[in-house]
């Protein structure tokens, strides 16, 4: 079946925004201070939000009848296509703060740029969503610096954050026959004409944190195609098991 | 502390040795219903008090962020999930206020994470219980935020200021957690047999426990004089638990779930339930820390604070660095 770009374009935002969303979730009272397990949840309830938005876009474009929590709980691994790096596992502050900083500093040009598109649909959610995403940018950023010029032991915990998650970086930059599609159909961005911006920002954050630019690693990508790690599974499990449970069950 | 009390002339409390006129002066305040601030003078027993009930209420907050934190990555639906995520979250910001406010009496926010870590600082015993079902998060925002409220809501008038302040925005949240809580109820009472079910079950569960919240009958309560006294307490135990049942039963029969009370009767004459004893036996067990989940929950909150205690000497080593740089 051929895939509708439009729809898929609304999927993938939701999903890259659903799933760091229950990341950060997991997190909500193990945080190392309460003003920080606040500011965690504010990002977590910011993404869901987006999440709510962009999947019930998808389903009214798809036009069968799923809404957002349809397309959240009754979907499996192969039809998720969120990209790799948000399904990473929180692993310490470090890791996830990183994993935030990449992800967020990606989606804030992304939002710039589709601000700026055709489709309404698309064009104001990313408006109005930029003010939150900045946010989330600038709050992993400070965090990133803090962390990176903290102490020895908070340095090298970022230097393993990097190392585990920078193979996930080019993905978010890749296009696809579907990308490109939606560019055409006014919805879409050219994430590829993004990088430049991309590592001007994080190279200056690298600076100023005292961290170093880590090697180009082999690219590991597939998310956008349902090909996860094995991570996605176990926070699907956790995620739609009561939904799954009982399919006729309104909440 | 007080110069005065060297003033061998002045009276002096027989009890405290306070300057018995700055007592009787602080009594009529009280009595008048006037706020005591920060600054002003107050006995050393009225401090302390309230220090160790504000700083109990704060870590109330903060280890109740667990039973429902349980639910927030299984929570049934986005909505659902989005809204448990914001009110565990409300909880973790009113346990911040309280802690605040305990500070404004000179209690240090490291003494009172210590005290609760050490085990020497209590919680409400509520939160020892488990969430076994979705259904819990529904019974917990209708029962224990709904106990909660009867609580809180007299202690918006309490006599201490800040107390009284923190209180006003405490409330205000906890309303619209406990209709969201009922609201969850609502969708599982008028949902299918599996969701009826768990929702009789949380109501067994979450029952007696939340009457157990107003705290002993009044003729076992030591303090309560006292407290009611210092406007500190401004109803009876006895009191709120009546006025809670008075005003939960009808809740619950307009979900179509029954009260798990065979005694549980209507009294014309005194308008209002009669209700069954309360097993205080488990009451005492669960304060002196056997509640199911009492090992889980502290232990949960110390790793939290051990696993961070890297990542706040990074941050004050990095705001030292940079006030280093700005200096220089």
Same mark, same amino acid.
């Given at each position: 079946m051929r895939q509708d770009p439009i729809m898929q374009s609304a999927l993938r935002l939701g999903d890259d925004a659903l799933i760091l969303g229950q990341r950060l979730s997991e997190w909500c009272g193990h945080a190392p201070t309460i003003e920080v397990d606040l500011s965690l949840a504010n990002l977590g309830l910011d993404l869901i939000g987006q999440a709510m938005h962009f999947l019930g876009l998808a389903g009214d474009i798809e036009g069968q009848g799923r809404d957002a929590d349809t397309l959240a709980f009754f979907r499996t691994d192969l039809d998720f296509t969120n990209c790799l790096l948000v399904e990473q596992p929180n692993g310490d502050f470090a890791q996830t703060m990183t994993r935030q900083w990449l992800y967020s500093t990606y989606q804030q040009l992304l939002f710039e740029a589709m601000a700026g598109v055709e489709d309404a649909r698309f064009a104001e959610v990313a408006d109005k969503a930029l003010k939150e995403v900045r946010y989330h940018a600038e709050l992993s950023a400070d965090w990133v610096i803090r962390l990176g010029d903290g102490t020895d032991v908070s340095h090298q915990k970022m230097v393993d954050a990097l190392g585990w998650l920078w193979r996930f970086v080019p993905e978010l930059f890749q296009m696809d026959e579907l990308d490109s599609l939606a560019v055409e159909a006014g919805v879409g961005v050219d994430k590829a004409a993004l990088r430049p911006a991309y590592d001007a920002a994080i190279n200056a954050v690298f600076e100023e944190a005292k961290l170093t630019r880590p090697d180009d690693q082999r690219t590991l990508t597939g998310g956008r195609h349902g090909h996860h790690s094995e991570h996605l599974g176990h926070l699907l499990a956790t995620m739609q098991h009561i939904p799954r449970s009982h399919p006729d069950a309104r909440w | 502390m007080y110069t005065t009390e060297l003033d061998k002339s002045r009276p002096v409390d027989l009890q405290t040795g306070e300057p018995k006129d700055l007592v009787d002066a602080f009594e009529a305040r009280v009595a008048a219903d006037e706020f005591i601030e920060p600054k002003d003078w107050m006995p050393e027993a009225y401090r302390k008090t309230l220090i160790r009930q504000i700083s109990q209420h704060a870590h109330s907050e903060i280890i109740g962020m667990y039973p429902e934190g349980n639910w927030i990555t299984r929570a049934p639906s986005l909505q659902r999930k989005a809204i448990l995520l914001a009110k565990v979250q409300d909880e973790g910001g009113h346990g911040l206020y309280l802690y605040c406010a305990a500070e404004t009496l000179g209690a240090s926010r490291d003494e009172m994470v210590d005290a609760l870590h050490s085990g020497k600082a209590k919680y409400s015993t509520i939160f020892n219980y488990p969430t076994l079902t979705w259904a819990d998060i529904g019974a917990i925002g209708w029962l224990v935020d709904g106990a909660a409220i009867m609580n809180q809501v007299p202690l918006q008038r309490t006599s201490y200021g800040p107390y009284a302040r923190a209180m006003v925005r405490v409330c205000k949240e906890e309303s619209f957690h406990q209709r969201q809580g009922y609201s969850i109820m609502l969708a599982l009472a008028e949902g299918t047999d599996a969701q009826r079910r768990m929702a009789q079950d949380a109501l067994n569960r979450w029952w007696w426990p939340s009457l157990m919240m107003f705290g002993p009958p009044d003729d076992?309560? +030591?303090? &309560?004089?006292?407290?009611? !006294?210092?406007? *500190?307490? !401004?109803? %009876?135990?006895?009191?709120?638990?009546?006025?809670?049942?008075? =005003? %939960?039963? +009808?809740?619950?029969?307009?979900?179509?779930?029954? *009260? +798990?009370? +065979? $005694?549980? &009767?209507?009294?014309? %004459? !005194? #308008?209002?339930?009669?209700?069954? $004893? *309360?097993?205080?036996?488990?009451?005492?067990?669960?304060?002196?820390?056997? #509640?199911?989940?009492?090992?889980?929950? *502290?232990?949960? !909150?110390?790793?939290?604070?051990?696993?961070?205690?890297?990542?706040?000497? =990074?941050?004050?080593?990095?705001?030292?660095?940079?006030? =280093?740089?700005?200096?220089?």
């Open positions: - | 076992a309560s +030591p303090n &309560t004089e006292r407290s009611m !006294r210092w406007r *500190i307490k !401004r109803e %009876t135990n006895d009191e709120l638990r009546q006025k809670f049942v008075d =005003a %939960t039963v +009808p809740q619950a029969e307009l979900l179509g779930l029954s *009260i +798990p009370d +065979p $005694d549980l &009767t209507w009294n014309e %004459t !005194r #308008g209002a339930y009669d209700f069954g $004893d *309360i097993d205080w036996s488990e009451f005492y067990a669960v304060v002196k820390g056997e #509640g199911m989940c009492a090992k889980e929950r *502290i232990t949960a !909150r110390k790793k939290a604070w051990d696993d961070g205690a890297w990542v706040r000497e =990074a941050a004050d080593a990095y705001e030292a660095k940079k006030q =280093a740089r700005n200096v220089a």
